[in-house]
């Protein structure tokens, strides 16, 4: 059973940058990635990252601003976002991924609050 614990959120003005990270345990050789969710919205995929961190892929709004990658060595997985626009202030939420492309999460953690002001 994989554990999942986000950490790195909080409070920052657009145009700023924040480093998630989310470490896990129990499920070491598979892909993860990271999705969220906004007030009133369904909960939207942002970046998936393989095992190996050779392959990466983005949902449309973050591709150019948001950078996935992970430590092995440290059971970890970053999510660097750059550029931070108001519309990004949603829960973040790591998971396991059952499948790498279309994305499909498994097991999820508590999530970390992003909150972008403008």
């Known amino acids: 059973q994989v554990q999942l614990v986000e950490s790195g959120g909080g409070l920052v003005q657009a145009g700023g940058s924040l480093r998630l990270s989310c470490v896990y345990s129990?499920?070491?050789?598979?892909?993860y990635g990271w999705f969220r969710q906004a007030p009133g919205k369904e909960r939207e995929f942002v970046a998936g990252?393989?095992?190996?961190?050779?392959?990466?892929h983005y949902g449309d709004s973050v591709k150019g601003r948001f950078t996935i990658s992970r430590d092995n060595a440290k059971n970890t997985v970053y999510l660097q976002t750059n550029n931070l626009k108001p519309e990004d202030t949603a829960v973040y939420y790591c998971?396991?991924?059952?499948?790498?492309?279309?994305?499909?999460?498994?097991?999820w953690g508590q999530g970390t609050q992003v909150t972008v002001s403008s």
């Open positions: 990252i393989s095992y190996s961190g050779s392959s990466t």
């Open positions: 129990g499920r070491t050789f598979s892909s």
């Open positions: 998971a396991l991924l059952s499948r790498f492309y279309p994305p499909v999460g498994n097991s």
